[in-house]
């Protein structure tokens, strides 16, 4: 009986470690923070929240992104087994010189994040409009077997900064 418990509680440590671990791709850091915010008030339980989160671009300095995401309170969403929703809004924005580090294709990602124990992620994705020298930045989740169309969009127009006037083309910069 004892060796099974063991084996049992060892199982569930696994999993747990697992969805603890920050399953994050592309950005240097991670994403950071900024603040949360309770959506709900659960009484013995971890309530649901809005969290904003910010990451650079590892592929284009001078580019930053914050996006919104629900997190599920209780019991499952502290112990990290909740299936998150895949409602995520994204704003992209330039903050300083943009330069863009190397070629990249069309729907790049750009970060990728696990929003359920298995099978489901967001991830941000960069693209460049040609026509109009501007970056398009997309956020969406996908799941093996029945992904969701939700999905926010950003743009960030390559401009001058400060003095410089060089400013890149990222029809330069995106191959295919």
Same mark, same amino acid.
């Given at each position: 009986?004892?060796?099974?418990?063991?084996t049992? !509680?060892?199982? @569930?440590l &696994? /999993?747990l470690?697992?969805?603890?671990? *920050?399953?994050?791709?592309?950005?240097? =850091?991670?994403?950071? &923070?900024?603040?949360? +915010?309770?959506t709900?008030?659960? /009484?013995?339980?971890?309530n649901?929240? /809005?969290a904003?989160?910010?990451?650079?671009? *590892? @592929?284009v300095?001078?580019?930053? !992104?914050?996006?919104t995401?629900?997190? %599920?309170?209780?019991?499952?969403?502290?112990l990290?087994?909740?299936?998150?929703? #895949?409602? $995520?809004s &994204?704003?992209c924005?330039?903050? @300083?010189?943009i330069?863009?580090?190397?070629k990249?294709?069309?729907? =790049?990602v750009?970060?990728?994040?696990?929003?359920?124990?298995?099978? +489901?992620?967001?991830?941000? $994705?960069?693209g !460049?409009d040609?026509k109009?020298n501007? &970056?398009?930045y997309m956020?969406?989740? =996908? +799941? /093996? $077997?029945?992904? #969701?169309?939700?999905?926010?969009?950003?743009t $960030?127009?390559?401009?001058?900064?400060?003095? #410089?006037s060089d400013t *890149?083309k !990222?029809?330069?910069?995106t %191959?295919g």
């Amino acid at each position: 009986m004892s060796k099974i418990f063991a084996t049992t !509680c060892h199982a @569930g440590l &696994l /999993l747990l470690s697992l969805a603890a671990a *920050p399953n994050a791709m592309a950005a240097d =850091d991670g994403p950071t &923070l900024v603040f949360r +915010k309770s959506t709900t008030f659960k /009484l013995l339980t971890p309530n649901d929240k /809005l969290a904003t989160y910010g990451i650079d671009d *590892p @592929g284009v300095e001078g580019v930053a !992104c914050h996006y919104t995401i629900p997190e %599920r309170g209780g019991i499952s969403g502290a112990l990290g087994l909740a299936e998150q929703t #895949s409602d $995520v809004s &994204l704003a992209c924005r330039q903050y @300083g010189p943009i330069k863009i580090k190397e070629k990249f294709e069309q729907g =790049d990602v750009v970060f990728r994040e696990s929003r359920s124990l298995f099978f +489901k992620r967001m991830q941000i $994705v960069r693209g !460049c409009d040609v026509k109009r020298n501007v &970056l398009v930045y997309m956020v969406y989740t =996908d +799941k /093996l $077997v029945d992904g #969701s169309p939700k999905n926010s969009t950003s743009t $960030v127009p390559i401009m001058p900064w400060g003095a #410089s006037s060089d400013t *890149p083309k !990222c029809s330069d910069w995106t %191959r295919g």
